[in-house]
């Protein structure tokens, strides 16, 4: 079983910033990639950043520019720096983990409102 712990929600103007982060634990001997999801009310869950272990990585058209996606493979830890919010990013924000042979994990979700 592998936990997921995010921190880093919380609620900002438009044109702030915020960092989310997710811990990861449990056992597993490898990780194969790291990502943030979100889910906005009454829209389908999106894929907004991910990162693999290879270094590579994918972020949604709407966040080019504006989120970074970076992770610390020793603490096993990805964060998602978002800057110059706006009201659209407003949403839940889900960690996703890949780990081993491509078992996938979910955190719980952070909650991110942004203020117009």
């Known amino acids: 079983q592998v936990q997921l712990v995010e921190s880093g929600g919380g609620l900002v103007q438009a044109g702030g910033s915020l960092r989310l982060s997710c811990v990861a634990s449990g056992s597993f001997f490898r990780i194969i990639s790291m990502g943030w999801y979100r889910q906005a009310p009454g829209k389908q869950r999106e894929l907004v950043a991910s990162?693999?272990?290879?270094?590579?990585?994918n972020y949604v058209d709407s966040v080019k520019g504006r989120f970074t996606i970076t992770k610390d493979n020793a603490k096993n830890t990805v964060y998602l720096q978002m800057n110059s919010l706006k009201p659209e990013d407003t949403a839940v924000y889900y960690c996703?983990?890949?780990?081993?042979?491509?078992?996938?994990?979910w955190g719980e979700g952070t909650l991110v409102t942004v203020s117009s």
């Open positions: 996703n983990v890949a780990v081993n042979w491509g078992i996938t994990y």
């Open positions: 990162s693999t272990s290879g270094g590579s990585t």
